[in-house]
């Protein structure tokens, strides 16, 4: 299974519960390679059928609350996290996890307590650390620098402390106003992370450059589309560059459901998608777009119908001319930043696995002006089908925002939705505390507050041809 040969470790998974009484780690492992091979309803019925056994351990639970995440019952997710630590108090694995449930649901104050059981138990868990320094705004009488910087300062730190902790103090320091130190901390970690990945960002140069080259001349709808792709709304977009803003304004409407961050549309691409002929790209392109609709539609629509369905991964900006031809109906929105901000904001976040552009200045304008040129060519080819929003504006005038937004979705507006504080919908992306706050624009301009050192970063970006804002130029 860790190879992602799901197929293969399928039969292995089934025969390890078949004839289980007790609920097992292995339950979950069979619903996660259910769920990987598009079989959601089998694994959520493994989930079901665990649930029903005799009582297991902290683990099994554990991991029933993650794939009852992935199938989006944040409820039952939330309430089997609660399970493991009442089973196992003093793991701090467990703690950690119930706090990242706990942010997703808006409970920050459950959420910090959780973090400080995790860090009491296991003083070296720093992943606890960083989320708990995200969860509020740091002041002056309630932080935690000091801490931070003591772990930090000890002799011989590894990459993996330097990353965790200096992401956290290099956030509460900014929220602090100490914008120098919060720099070094913010390099420091991007450091750390940098020299422990395998990447060449001219790969991804090509792969952007391979997708225009495949996706070109006017795009060709799906004939007879099998599905009403008008009920699809994709948000795309750079990282931290509003989208989850755009998506909670536009789930706060009557009759809209988002399934968050999925790779639902690429799997169901990639499994329409001639087996030969070409590269990757080319038979991507060459992909049926009716079997992709369909396959798209038989991921996305879930149990709870809507009039809406939402889908924000914003790397689906890959896909924008294959959605187009496969859902041609589908409402497409683009969000923009200004490059500074959009580029600060990535530098200063710790990603998982995607986004490995964003720990390098060069590699991070190389990336950023790359995919200007892609989004520069579906405009070209797409047209009036893109809805562009600016960040910028949306937070200044968010009512005439989303009133654009509703009507490019064919959704009557109710004013109601900007108050995103009080959409009580569940939220896994990195801005999942940022948006139980009413909407602000203190983040626009922020990098002015980095400019000397942001200067590399802003030369690298006007070398690619990225335009800058008058007050960035030449500095």
């Given at each position: ?143 935690h620098v000091e801490q931070l910087r003591g772990l930090l300062a000890r002799p011989g730190v590894d ?317």
């Amino acid at each position: 299974m860790c190879a992602g040969r799901f197929a293969e470790a399928l039969p292995f998974a089934e025969r390890a519960v078949a004839q289980a009484r007790v609920c097992l780690p292995a339950h979950g492992m069979l619903a996660t390679i259910l769920l990987q091979l598009g079989r959601a309803g089998e694994a959520e019925a493994t989930v079901r059928h665990a649930l029903a056994c005799e009582p297991g351990s902290a683990d099994a639970y554990d991991g029933l609350a993650h794939v009852s995440l992935l199938l989006g019952e944040h409820e039952r997710s939330n309430m089997l996290y609660r399970r493991s630590v009442a089973l196992a108090p003093g793991d701090a694995r467990f703690w950690y996890n119930l706090a990242s449930s706990e942010r997703g649901f808006g409970r920050l104050t459950e959420a910090e307590q959780a973090c400080d059981r995790a860090i009491a138990l296991d003083p070296v868990h720093y992943p606890s650390f960083l989320l708990r320094s995200q969860l509020r705004i740091q002041t002056a009488d309630a932080n935690h620098v000091e801490q931070l910087r003591g772990l930090l300062a000890r002799p011989g730190v590894d990459d993996r402390t330097v990353m965790f902790l200096g992401y956290a103090l290099g956030k509460e320091l900014d929220d602090l106003g100490a914008f120098a130190e919060a720099f070094r901390s913010f390099a420091a970690a991007a450091r750390a992370r940098r020299r422990n990945l395998a990447y060449d960002v001219a790969v991804d140069e090509r792969k952007l450059e391979r997708i225009r080259a495949v996706f070109t001349g006017p795009a060709r709808a799906a004939t007879a589309c099998p599905v009403d792709s008008s009920r699809y709304v994709f948000i795309v977009g750079l990282p931290r560059s509003g989208t989850t803003l755009v998506e909670r304004i536009l789930s706060g409407l009557a009759d809209v459901r988002s399934n968050g961050e999925t790779g639902n549309f690429a799997r169901a691409l990639f499994a329409a998608a001639p087996t030969a002929g070409g590269d990757l790209f080319e038979r991507a392109a060459a992909a049926d777009p009716r079997a992709v609709a369909a396959n798209y539609a038989a991921l996305a629509d879930g149990a709870a119908p809507a009039r809406r369905i939402v889908e924000k991964l914003p790397m689906n900006y890959l896909y924008l001319g294959a959605i187009q031809r496969s859902l041609p109906e589908a409402s497409l929105i683009v969000l923009a930043r200004s490059p500074l901000d959009s580029c600060f904001a990535m530098y200063r976040t710790l990603f998982g696995e995607a986004y490995p552009f964003s720990y390098d200045f060069e590699e991070l304008a190389r990336y950023y002006a790359a995919y200007q040129r892609l989004m520069q060519h579906w405009r070209t080819l797409l047209g009036e089908r893109l809805h562009d929003v600016v960040y910028e504006e949306l937070v200044q005038a968010p009512n005439r925002g989303g009133a654009a937004l509703a009507a490019h979705c064919g959704l009557p507006w109710d004013e109601r939705a900007i108050a995103i504080q009080n959409n009580a919908a569940v939220s896994l992306t990195a801005s999942a505390a940022q948006i139980r706050r009413p909407i602000y624009g203190s983040s626009s301009g922020r990098w002015r507050h980095y400019r000397e050192q942001l200067v590399p970063l802003a030369r690298a970006l006007e070398r690619l041809g990225v335009r800058l804002p008058a007050d960035a130029q030449n500095e």
